[in-house]
């Protein structure tokens, strides 16, 4: 399953190629993220204080920095001086807050656009790579075992597409962790006067985190060993129906009907615990949005800090909550990727160390 991509000097180009662009434009996708808090922070201000306060002005030249970059709309010495003319009102000082806004959301477009497409063709060379590695390998063991043709078609593919919809949130939450762990500790001192724990809301972030992950662990324990049965009976089912269809079985209807019953009964203790992970995960995934913004925003009213850094603070929360919870998020893609890689241990097992066919060179292209 890796070998076969990774160790194939004609696929490394690719395989190490594409995961490297993979990182880089997660690497952008998650500075755009990190540029959206800190304009977050410019935006609240500017409701709440206008041009008043100082901090608007040290980051306007920022965003307009940024912004003449993408959109050249505005130049950046005409925008710097509207900035720095003291009469400038609140009218547009709102309009080149919203001016800086416009290069973040194409710029997140793009990017998201980018991935995927980089994404869907990682996994596709990918599933190539195992395809052609197990029918070189190809032999009468392995056209006996249950499903062995399914699990060419199918199991390969949905193998490298969940190790990409794995290791891609991993990759992230990493950088993530690296923007934005310094933004919460610095925005922490704006809460010092109403708690005296340095870096509160990272440590929040962290132990709210682990909880969940642990009561996910906890909940959704069952899953795995539930959609492994799922693999297997439906391999069971698909085999006996083309076995019936090339009129090589020896069994009844009556045999095909037990079969899937036993489908059934296996799907339906499947859909109970992916029920009771599902209630779970929602709830937890809900709790951490309002409960923040509840607390933030008494903050406010009492005083303790500004709109504009609860804003900035809610999004630099989010982000952390995020990356330190990647494992709970992602708990149900590892259920189906360990019955994945279990099928094709299985067909592996069959093939001949020794006994390799030759087949022609592929012609790879984007």
């Keep these: 399953m890796f070998r076969s991509f990774f160790c194939d000097t004609r696929r490394a180009w690719i ?16 500075g755009t993220s990190y540029l959206y808090a800190e304009m977050m922070n410019v935006f ?6 206008g041009a008043e306060s100082d901090s608007v002005h040290q980051y306007l030249h920022t965003i307009v920095y940024y912004a003449g970059t993408f959109v050249p709309l505005l130049s950046v010495d005409t925008a710097n001086r509207f900035i720095s003319d003291q009469s400038i009102t609140l009218t547009g000082l709102y309009g080149i807050v919203m001016y800086g806004f416009i290069p973040v959301p194409i710029l997140y477009w793009i990017l998201n656009n980018g991935i995927q497409y980089a994404s869907d063709r990682y996994v596709w060379y990918w599933r190539e790579a195992i395809t052609m590695h197990y029918i070189q390998r190809w032999n009468v063991r392995s056209a006996k075992l249950e499903g062995s043709s399914q699990r060419i078609h199918e199991a390969a593919n949905n193998f490298a597409s969940s190790m990409l919809d794995i290791c ?6 990493a950088l993530a962790l690296f923007a934005f762990v310094p933004m919460l500790w610095a925005l922490s001192k704006e809460f010092e006067n ?12 962290i132990l709210f985190s682990v909880f969940g992950t642990l009561v996910s662990l906890r909940v959704g324990r069952r899953l795995p060993q539930c959609e492994c049965v799922v693999q297997q009976n439906e391999g069971h089912f698909r085999s006996k129906l083309e ?3 090339r009129g090589r079985s020896g069994g009844t209807i009556y045999d095909t009907a037990t079969l899937f019953e036993n489908l059934s009964t296996s799907c339906k ?28 925003g008494f903050l406010v009213v009492i005083g303790v800090t500004s709109f504009g850094v609860m804003m900035q603070t809610r999004n630099a929360l989010g982000e952390a909550k995020g990356a330190l919870s990647v494992f709970s998020d992602t708990m149900p893609i590892w259920t189906r990727l360990n019955s994945f890689v279990q099928r094709l241990n299985e067909l592996e097992q069959t093939f001949e160390p020794n006994q390799v066919k030759e087949l022609e060179a592929l012609d790879y292209q984007i």
């Design 15 to 30: 395989a190490y190629g594409g995961a490297f662009l993979l990182v880089m434009l997660m690497v952008l996708h998650v």
């Design 44 to 49: 609240g201000e500017v409701l709440q204080r």
């Design 168 to 173: 891609r949130p991993i990759v992230r939450s």
């Design 194 to 205: 109403y708690c005296h724990v340095p870096g509160i809301l990272l440590w929040t972030a």
């Design 243 to 245: 076995s019936i269809n």
């Design 269 to 296: 203790r499947l859909h109970r615990q992916r029920l009771k992970f599902n209630l779970w995960l929602v709830f937890y995934q809900h709790v951490w949005e309002y409960i923040p913004l509840f607390l933030l």
